[in-house]
């Protein structure tokens, strides 16, 4: 595609139920990265997917979050039992391959746990 | 923890007026980009500097890079209205690929 596409765009769930985000990255990329913004705030880092290399998940806070990436293309943010602190913007990006090369960010998505 | 650490917090200036942006890291990189960020929705990426690199320039933007102090800084010229967002330093480390934000500058420029 012609970027990293995210969706939904905005997702409201009630607390304690389970959401799923998604991100398809640049075709050809082979890093996707996945962070989190509440409002006003900077980037935390959450996980980062490297072609076949095992994801590195330092930054997932809790065990009620976790992604996968499927072929080495989609990715998907999963957060179990969501809480209202898990509201955010989730972004999700991609890079050629890592090694700090420019990354191309998707528009987000707006979760909201109500 | 983020890597990098951006000075000031907000920074608000007048059209016309160049504006300054200062970035700290903590850990030896490989290179160091900056971000824009407009509406707290996605980021574009403006500049990328090379840690062998000390100075960059495109178009109004002039990065800097100064490995021994670990700070790099963002100068926009003739700043715009339309140059009001939140800018962001990012850094990829030698310890791993990922890419760490520092908590961003948000810039408003008054027409």
């Known amino acids: 595609g012609a970027g990293v596409s995210q969706s939904p765009s905005n997702k409201v769930t009630e607390k304690g139920k389970d959401v799923e985000l998604r991100c398809d990255p640049i075709?050809?990329?082979?890093?996707l990265y996945w962070y989190r913004q509440s409002l006003g705030q900077g980037l935390e880092f959450l996980i980062y997917?490297?072609?076949?290399?095992?994801?590195?998940k330092s930054g997932l806070p809790s065990d009620r979050f976790s992604a996968e990436r499927t072929g080495g293309s989609v990715s998907t943010l999963t957060i179990q039992r969501t809480q209202q602190e898990d509201s955010a913007v989730y972004l999700c990006?991609?890079?050629?391959?890592?090694?700090?090369?420019?990354?191309?960010f998707g528009q987000g998505t707006r979760l909201t746990v109500v | 923890s983020q890597q990098g650490e951006e000075d000031p917090q907000a920074l608000s200036i007048q059209e016309g007026e160049n504006a300054t942006m200062n970035c700290s890291y903590k850990?030896?990189?490989?290179?160091l980009q900056w971000y824009r960020q407009n509406s707290g929705r996605g980021l574009v990426h403006l500049i990328l500097?090379?840690?062998?690199?000390r100075e960059k320039h495109s178009g109004r933007l002039r990065v800097t890079l100064d490995t021994s102090k670990k700070s790099s800084s963002l100068l926009i010229t003739a700043s715009r209205a339309a140059d009001t967002a939140s800018y962001f330093c990012?850094?990829?480390?030698?310890?791993?690929?990922?890419?760490?934000f520092g908590g961003g500058t948000r810039l408003m420029v008054k027409p």
């Open positions: 075709s050809g990329h082979t890093a």
């Open positions: 997917f490297q072609g076949n290399s095992a994801p590195d």
């Open positions: 500097i090379r840690s062998n690199e």
């Open positions: 990012a850094t990829d480390g030698n310890a791993g690929n990922m890419l760490t």
């Open positions: 990006a991609s890079s050629l391959n890592g090694r700090g090369t420019e990354a191309f």
């Open positions: 850990t030896s990189i490989n290179n």
